[in-house]
């Protein structure tokens, strides 16, 4: 997603006139950005399947499809802004695929670990930023008690 930052950045920067060198490079800037940008959509996909539990990954599956669908519908009017600057399409563009690369970082590491079978898994592995910790219902009651 970084690399596709960079590549729209770089077709924001080449200027829009008319000069097929322009139009070239923008073109070709585009074509690469779209490249790591599907290349990226396809890392997200396998990486979706280790990160969630077995119980619940097909509900995750569907969710972020539809995610993804939303964004796929919504990305085909970005386009239309190009009448109120030329440069604005790619710079939207640019923005989503940097902000999807810093929010991968914080995604826990899964080389080498086996995958989530149940919701107590994510609770017994508390290492790494990215994990989040879900509570069940005993251990919420257990909670309201004590503090009571």
């Known amino acids: 997603m970084a690399i596709a930052f960079i590549a729209s950045a770089i077709s924001v920067a080449i200027p829009t006139n ?3 060198a322009s139009v070239g490079g923008r073109v070709t800037a585009a074509i690469i950005a779209k490249f790591f940008i599907t ?10 399947a280790e990160l969630f ?13 539809a995610a993804g669908r939303l964004g796929s519908f919504s990305a085909s009017y970005i386009i239309w802004l ?4 030329a440069a604005l399409p790619y710079s939207i563009m640019g923005a989503i695929c940097l902000q999807a690369a810093v929010l991968g970082l914080f995604l826990p590491e899964t080389k080498g670990t086996p995958t989530l079978e149940t919701m107590d898994d994510m609770n017994k592995d508390e290492e790494g930023p990215g994990v989040v910790l879900l509570k069940s219902k005993d251990d919420m009651n257990e909670n309201d008690k004590t503090e009571a």
């Not at 290349?39 to 979706?48: A, E, I, N, P």
């Not at 539990?53 to 499809?65: C, E, L, M, N």
């Not at 190009?82 to 600057?85: D, L, S």
């Open 39 to 48: 290349f990226s959509f396809d890392g997200v996909y396998l990486w979706c």
């Open 18 to 20: 008319e000069s097929s």
């Open 82 to 85: 190009i009448r109120f600057h």
């Open 53 to 65: 539990p077995t119980v619940v990954r097909s509900t995750a599956f569907g969710t972020s499809s």
